[in-house]
């Protein structure tokens, strides 16, 4: 045995000593070799390479220095090439995530071996050079989010022996619709131009890469593609096994060609807006599948029961479609076989219904389940109880009833549970739940000893709607780890105990709003161990003086309370001077006292809120220094004085509403100069003089206009026609595509109430009901002068209310083109002549008052007009006809001519194409002037966007105020 060991050492030390160039030692993606020095030519050609870079971190200076290039960090060498007699030559060069900059200079073209190029994760911001087309050895190209821009260089397509090429994340973009040069890459195998803007590829992208017939990985992940070919006639590319086409604009039905990929093993088509059925074919021809995800789309029909074929499958998402049926089909399939491999189901958010199957069990290692906002009904299988992997299961939102089955106490793998059921919850539930992290049920009634120690330590509990009883659950002192806590709307009472306030400071987010709680808050809400905190504790019984917050903390609902004093303990005494709060709602409380100078702690606020408090003296000047303001809200206090000019400074406001109070002066001008993406202007109940400033008539974006109840005097500026957004009802109606653009884009939760006179009567309306309602209310003021004709070409405005003024001559003859109008009301005014005969096209008019003026003649017969009662018509001594008298016969010629008010139809049909033409310019000037910044300017639009979420927590919780005007 020492014998043969012998040997081998000697046979081991020859070899090396007989062939010491032959030997490489790789650490890092860097080289180092025995007696190995790199080649000259390429060492220089690398110095001269990293002299045109810009190296933030000194990662290629403090080691590319030396003799031995091989040795750099990046560069890793080989003495094998194709010639037997040449010496160590540089093969590989990993510069990735680097944060390089600068040029890339030419001098790569002396590398004649490079056969790896890694430049990802930098910071180039320049095009990508076409000479890398000339690095032919190379097999490996990644430029994956190195800030690469323009144009994609065909050159690209001369690299016949590449394998890898990867330019995901860059913002290039394609010139036109040739990308032939793909179809050079006979070679290539894994190919990711993901986040490429392809919009203008035509259907021969797909044509060039079906000619790659290595190709294994596809991914075309959010590249504008707004076509895909329905047919291609033939598939070369059979070897391919990973295909994404996500989130694009195919709108289209799923193309025949795809169930011919049979080698598929992951097919991601989500978010493409694919319409229609799925295939039977997918279950039958693509059996390779591993993965599966057609989430995000506009699929209809049942689940093909094919799809319990897919032996191999183990993940498959439906979530986001419009999927109807029972889903027995697909589990309850003769073979079964998916039964056995699926790991995650997602059919959450379709129209799927009837009772869960117990074939739910036979899912043996099933991991995620998630069946959320579909119409299933019945009670839960006990058999889920044995799925023993089941980490995340999601039951929200369906029509289940009955108890939890207490089987579910056996899943001891279980982190995620979300459930709504209108039943019973007791601890053998929990029993074995050891694992359970987060906790979500809704509409449950938990009966739970007060001592109850649970198994798990949760991050997050949800328990909004539950019925917890009357005492503040105990259990939750022994959470330690705890970061988020909704309790809302559980019946809980009495006062919040001194444990909990404490433990709120490791909180992120703590919702107790809409109970019976009461007593004083802490002197300090604060939140010293989480990140940016979220509180809401409205619509509770806490009285005393407000608490001071600490500097995380993002949002603050403390409305609906009885909270006394003055503001100023809160907003004057900051921790810090640097603070995150964005949304502050302190309405409907009994706060007194001015508005102090110190807004200027609060920069980063995006949303003020405090009607209905007792608030007196000026709007102080300070506001003005919130640059990132969208919306204040300050109506039915006791404000007085003229508006600070310093609010022009604020100019992302989008909504204003300072009603209800006592404020003076002239509408400032500025209003319509600084303040481009003005929704809603509330200033009703004020005292306001002088005459409407023109300059309004710049907002163009401006949807509610509510000057009602104050001291105006003079004419309606005819300008008001360039309210384009006022039309946006009728476009919505007529399904212009850019609408939908504009309310999904304005859909932030800082809209949660406006009080609105509609039909008579003053109603709070959420944003969700706004982008629905178009308003102007001008009621009860000295406005004097006719009705400009121009307002009649506001032809998507719901609402419109000028009684209670001096407007004189006639109601204008074109108003029945205002098709939309729900309530009108011309009452208590001096308007004489006939009720225009095009008022019988008024067919959604709810409310009607046209009392009380010099109006005559007969009313026009239409079922809608006569409808009303005499309340809407009487005082005017000429008017006659139901459901007023009948009129007397008058003698010929005499009375105005009904004819007149058609004489201008063709005039009419020249003005409805003219709108239709300068409608979306309208928006995209007006509005996206506004609006534009936020997708120019990161730093805004991080600020807007990461404040969207939770629009449902109030949107629908103020809907009950209304009063007679």
């Not at 699929?299 to 897919?310: K, S, Y």
């Not at 919130?626 to 109506?635: A, E, R, V």
């Amino acid at each position: 045995m020492e014998l043969k060991s012998a040997v081998l050492i000697f046979l081991f030390g020859v070899l090396f000593l007989s062939t010491p160039n032959t030997i490489n030692f790789t650490l890092g993606g860097s080289s180092s070799s025995v007696n190995i020095i790199c080649n000259e030519r390429e060492r220089q050609a690398l110095l001269t390479f990293k002299q045109h870079l810009k190296d933030p971190f000194n990662e290629l200076s403090s080691s590319w220095n030396g003799t031995d290039c091989c040795r750099w960090n990046g560069v890793v060498c080989s003495n094998k090439t194709d010639d037997p007699q040449s010496s160590v030559v540089v093969h590989e060069l990993h510069l990735g995530d680097l944060r390089l900059s600068g040029e890339i200079n030419p001098s790569l073209l002396e590398l004649k071996h490079l056969n790896y190029l890694d430049l990802s994760w930098n910071d180039f911001y320049i095009s990508i050079p076409p000479f890398l087309g000339s690095l032919h050895k190379l097999r490996y190209l990644n430029l994956a989010n190195g800030a690469f821009v323009g144009m994609i260089p065909p050159q690209l397509g001369n690299l016949t022996s590449l394998r890898h090429l990867h330019l995901f994340g860059n913002e290039l973009l394609n010139p036109g619709d040739d990308l032939e040069w793909l179809s050079h890459l006979f070679s290539l195998q894994y190919l990711d131009m993901s986040y490429v803007n392809l919009s203008k590829a035509s259907s021969n992208l797909f044509h060039s890469i079906n000619r790659l017939p290595s190709l294994l990985e596809l991914r075309l992940d959010e590249c504008d593609l707004q076509s895909i070919p329905s047919d291609l006639s033939y598939v070369n590319s059979t070897s391919l096994k990973i295909l994404d086409l996500s989130n694009n604009n195919f709108n289209t039905y799923l193309p025949e060609w795809l169930y011919t990929l049979t080698s598929l093993v992951e097919l991601d088509l989500s978010g493409c807006h694919f319409q229609r059925t799925i295939s039977e074919a997918i279950g039958n021809n693509l059996t390779s599948l591993t993965g599966l995800f057609l989430h995000n789309n506009e699929l209809e029909g049942e689940i093909p029961g094919t799809l319990g074929n897919l032996c191999n499958l183990q993940m498959l998402n439906l979530n986001r479609n419009k999927l109807q049926g029972e889903i027995f089909g697909f589990l309850g399939n003769s073979s079964g076989c998916i039964t056995s491999s699926l790991k995650l189901l997602d059919l959450g958010m379709n129209n799927l219904s009837g009772p869960l199957p117990d074939q739910l069990g036979r899912l043996k290692n099933l991991e995620e389940l998630c069946l959320t906002k579909n119409s299933f009904s019945g009670s839960i299988p006990s058999s889920l109880g044995r799925l023993s992997p089941l980490k995340d299961i999601d039951l929200s939102h369906n029509e289940l009833i009955g108890s939890l089955p207490k089987s579910f106490g056996h899943l001891s793998n279980l982190e995620d549970l979300k459930i709504s059921l209108k039943g019973v919850v007791t601890e053998t539930h929990f029993a074995n739940l050891t694992s359970l992290k987060s906790l979500e049920m809704h509409s449950m009634v938990l009966q739970l000893s007060p001592n109850w120690v649970p198994p798990f330590q949760l991050d997050d509990v949800e328990l909004s709607f539950c019925h917890l009883g009357l005492r503040f659950p105990e259990w939750l002192r022994t959470q330690k780890k705890i970061r988020k806590i909704n309790l809302s709307n559980t019946g809980i009472s009495g006062t919040v105990p001194t444990w909990f306030w404490n433990m709120s400071s490791q909180l992120e987010y703590l919702n107790l709003s809409y109970n019976q709680l009461h007593g004083e808050l802490p002197n300090f809400l604060q939140s010293t161990d989480a990140g940016s905190v979220r509180i809401h504790l409205s619509s509770n019984r806490f009285n005393g003086r407000l608490p001071r917050i600490s500097s995380n903390v993002e949002e603050l609902d403390l409305s609906n309370n009885s909270i006394s004093g003055p503001i100023s303990f809160l907003l004057c005494n900051p921790v810090n001077q640097m603070n995150e709060l964005q949304d502050l709602d302190l309405s409907r409380n009994l706060l007194s006292g001015e508005l102090p100078q110190c807004w200027f702690y609060w920069t980063s606020l995006v949303l003020i809120r405090l009607g209905w408090n007792n608030i007196t003296g000026k709007i102080p000047s300070s506001i003005g220094s919130l640059g990132l303001l969208q919306s204040l809200q300050l109506p039915n206090n006791s404000f007085s004085g003229e508006l600070p000019s310093s609010l022009r400074n604020c100019t992302m406001l989008v909504k204003i509403d300072l009603g209800e109070n006592g404020l003076t002066g002239r509408i400032p001008t500025w209003m319509g100069e600084s303040l481009p993406g003005l929704m809603v202007l509330r200033l009703r109940y004020n005292k306001f003089n002088d005459g409407i400033p023109r300059e309004l008539c710049h907002l163009t974006s401006l949807q509610v206009l509510d000057l009602a109840y104050n001291n105006l005097s003079g004419s309606i500026p005819r300008c008001f026609s360039n309210f384009s957004a006022m039309a946006l009802a009728l476009a919505l109606k007529r399904n212009l595509g850019f609408v939908n653009d504009f309310y999904s884009l304005n859909t932030s939760k800082y809209e949660a109430e406006t009080g609105l006179v509609n039909k008579g009567r003053e109603f709070g309306y959420g944003y969700t009901l706004l982008i629905q309602f178009t308003i102007m209310d001008l009621s009860k003021n000295n406005l004097s002068g006719e009705i400009p004709e121009e307002l009649t070409r506001l032809l998507g405005l719901r609402s419109l209310n000028l009684s209670w003024n001096s407007f004189t001559g006639k109601i204008p003859h074109k108003i029945g083109r205002m098709s939309l109008l729900e309530s009108l009301d011309f009452s208590k005014n001096r308007l004489s002549g006939l009720i225009p005969q095009s008022m019988v096209n008024l067919t959604f008019l709810g409310y009607l008052n046209l009392s009380y003026n010099n109006l005559s003649g007969k009313i026009p017969s239409s079922t809608q007009l006569q409808r009303f009662t005499e309340l809407s018509y009487m005082g005017n001594q000429g008017l006659c006809g139901p459901p007023l008298e009948s009129c007397k016969p008058q003698p010929p010629g005499d009375g105005e001519s009904e004819a007149e008010e058609d004489e201008d139809e063709d005039e009419d049909w020249v003005e409805m194409k003219w709108f239709y033409v300068s409608l979306p310019l309208g928006i995209v000037v007006g509005f996206w002037g506004f609006w534009g910044v936020l997708v120019v300017k990161k730093s805004w639009r991080f600020a807007y966007f990461g404040f969207l979420g939770g629009i449902g927590d109030k949107f629908c919780n103020y809907c009950n105020r209304c009063r007679q005007h």
